[in-house]
């Protein structure tokens, strides 16, 4: 069966840098390209950013234009997402979630990533 | 961004009993290739989203036939034609027709 599994929560301070893994399984990972999702009080669920099937393709938010790289690992079937320049309002919980036309059938157990001085 | 309007935003509604959910999106959710790729998903506190229906109204396996999802161009539904007590969380409509994807504010379905 279809799993992410993403890694541990983090605790961060302000303009500190956050790397989070997603290691999928049950499937062919290079097949599907995996988006990250974010969940926060004050902005509900967000597109945070994605990277195609061939990991040279990535794009971002425009929120996090600068800070954010996605990047994958075929080797391991690992996707990581690293945000830079930590702000307190980037204190969320962050999925990992497989896209397929326009949806999200399977989404990691998500990550909580808090920010505080 | 195409902006996801949801209502209501609380929902609360006696067991066995209907609930319809309403979700309006800022520009027409049909894709160049003339799919609508509009989802809704339901999460519990502590736990991801699952989702329950793509493409307006295609159920995902193992979703119980009492939800139905419907709606066109920029207007969809989804509606429980009888609440259980399983159903109580917070749900979701997303749009993935136009880059980025968004998502509604939420409903959150409580009995």
């Known amino acids: 069966q279809v799993q992410l599994v993403q890694s541990g929560a983090e605790m961060k301070k302000p303009g500190a840098s956050v790397k989070i893994s997603c290691k999928a399984s049950g499937y062919s990972f290079t097949t599907y390209d995996m988006h990250w999702v974010r969940q926060t009080p004050g902005q509900g669920l967000e597109w945070v950013g994605r990277?195609?099937?061939?990991?040279?393709?990535?794009t971002y938010g425009q929120k996090f234009q600068g800070r954010l790289t996605v990047t994958r690992d075929s080797s391991t079937a690992t996707v990581y997402m690293e945000l830079s320049s930590l702000r307190s309002d980037d204190t969320g919980v962050y999925y990992c979630a497989r896209d397929r036309m326009g949806s999200y059938e399977y989404w990691g157990q998500g990550t909580l990533v808090t920010v505080s001085s | 961004d195409v902006v996801m309007t949801q209502s209501p935003l609380s929902l609360p509604v006696a067991l066995g009993q209907p609930a319809s959910i309403s979700c309006t999106s800022s520009q027409s959710l049909v894709h160049r290739n003339g799919n609508t790729y509009l989802n809704w998903f339901h999460q519990r506190p502590g736990h991801s989203p699952r989702r329950l229906i793509y493409?307006?109204?295609i159920r995902d396996s193992g979703v119980p036939d009492r939800f139905s999802g419907s709606g066109s161009g920029t207007d969809f539904t989804l509606k429980i034609n009888r609440v259980d007590a399983e159903d109580v969380g917070i749900y979701y409509c997303?749009?993935?027709?136009?880059?980025?994807?968004?998502f509604g504010q939420g409903t959150k379905l409580e009995i």
């Open positions: 493409e307006v109204s």
């Open positions: 990277i195609g099937t061939s990991g040279d393709d990535t």
């Open positions: 997303m749009q993935g027709s136009h880059w980025p994807y968004t």
